[in-house]
């Protein structure tokens, strides 16, 4: 790192909180609900959404790892064709913004100790702004980010850079001068065309080789960051 670090940019799923047991379960409910005990409907919608009914996992390759919202709903209007799109997005958005999040480490502590240390921090998700910020007060974590964008905020998806250029540029401080954390190769392809310091961690599906390509360091969990970075 040629410059002190300044902020600390996180996605939200897979890196602040832990995406099986989250999703996972959100997705098991969902496609229980919305099928009403037709199996068939069932299974065609988890295979549009790549999820493994039988473990209650998603397969690596799923959209709901690896797009944004609008990927998302592609998908999964794709299976069920009878639902009005804007119904259906709205209880995705819904049932999503309600579902119990499941943090890595004790968030509170770790958020402490970086703005103790004078580091500015944002959140850059693919999930939309509203549940992103449901999920932030849903474990009294929101007061502690300075920004949050999601992919409907106006500055696009990862892995394009357009939100972590919105945060540098939100916070005064170079590209450079951040480090974009994530567990997925969206996350640091966003990191590396924004010009940031990257950062890759083991807490979603992707395992330390689809990272270390993209990344500058790989860790464990954020919860190794204050080492990593040296902080007091």
Known sequence: MSKPIKGLLFD???TLFDFQAT????????IADVSNGDAGMAETLAKAMEYDLENGAFYPSSVMITDSMDGIMDAVHGALPHWDRDALIAYVIETGSNAPQFPVVDLAPLLVRFRANGLRIGLATNDNEAPARAHLSSVNVLDYFDFISGCDSGFGAKPEPGMLLGFSGAMDVEPCEVVMVGDSTHDLKAGRAAGMVTLGVLTGPAVRGDLEAYADMVLENIGEIPEWLGLE
């Open 12 to 14: 939200k799923d897979g």
């Open 23 to 30: 999703w996972g379960v959100w997705c098991a409910g969902f």
